[in-house]
């Protein structure tokens, strides 16, 4: 079944504490994205990945790191977690090789920072 | 910069249509998509637009006008599992996805 898995779905930490979300898909997708998303605001881009080494950051990148050393998994961390980075994250990849740019989510993974 | 704007909330009864806008203000445009996003799920793809015109799939039709930077999403013949959030994203510079705050819509009976 082609599909976005993320792990963990949901976790609990605390100020300070390195953490890394994990992102995989197995639909041989070149673009992978992470996104956050918090009531009223939407939908927000953190990072995106166009291929294996390379990735740029989106709109909201300060706090959090990504690498992309596989095509199918593209890890978010954060180093130095802050209670503003209390969030719903979704990571999502496509194709680049279709016109439609449709984008595949992962189910999702609510981090909560006290 | 890039912004998008549609509305926070619409209500509608079983069976009718409505219209969900956005506009867009953006460097660079590929295309304008929507989303769907049932609460506390993951969000899934409905529809992408790259030229002017209604592109119609099922229920949902979607449109876009290049010149006046605006779409809108319509939802016909609405059903109780049409309530969702639904999102217009623009595909802008480096076809990063910029994804607007998404209009909640309501159906009852």
């Known amino acids: 079944e082609a599909q976005v898995t993320q792990n963990p779905r949901y976790l609990i930490t605390v100020t300070g504490k390195k953490l890394t979300v994990t992102c995989s898909q197995n639909?041989?997708?070149?673009?992978m994205s992470w996104y956050r998303q918090d009531p009223g605001l939407g939908l927000r881009q953190i990072y995106y990945s166009m291929n294996v080494e390379v990735t740029d950051k989106g709109d909201v990148p300060e706090g959090y790191k990504v690498s992309r050393k596989e095509k199918r998994n593209f890890p978010l961390i954060l180093e130095s977690p802050s209670p503003n980075q209390t969030s719903l994250y979704f990571c999502?990849?496509?194709?680049?090789?279709?016109?439609?740019?449709?984008?595949?989510f992962g189910p999702g993974t609510r981090l909560t920072v006290t | 910069g890039q912004s998008l704007e549609q509305p926070s909330e619409v209500t509608a009864v079983e069976g009718a249509i409505v219209q969900i806008n956005c506009t867009y203000q953006?460097?660079?445009?590929?295309?304008l998509s929507w989303y769907q996003q049932h609460d506390g799920g993951a969000p899934t793809f409905l529809s992408y637009n790259a030229l002017d015109g209604l592109e119609e799939t099922g229920r949902f039709s979607s449109f876009l006008s290049r010149s006046d930077s605006y779409g809108y999403l319509l939802l016909q013949e609405l059903q109780m599992k049409d309530s969702a959030s639904y999102f217009c994203a623009v595909i802008g510079a480096g076809t990063a996805l910029i994804f607007g705050k998404g209009t909640t819509l309501s159906v009852s009976s």
């Open positions: 639909m041989n997708h070149e673009y």
């Open positions: 953006t460097s660079g445009f590929y295309g």
């Open positions: 999502a990849s496509r194709t680049t090789g279709t016109d439609s740019y449709e984008q595949y």
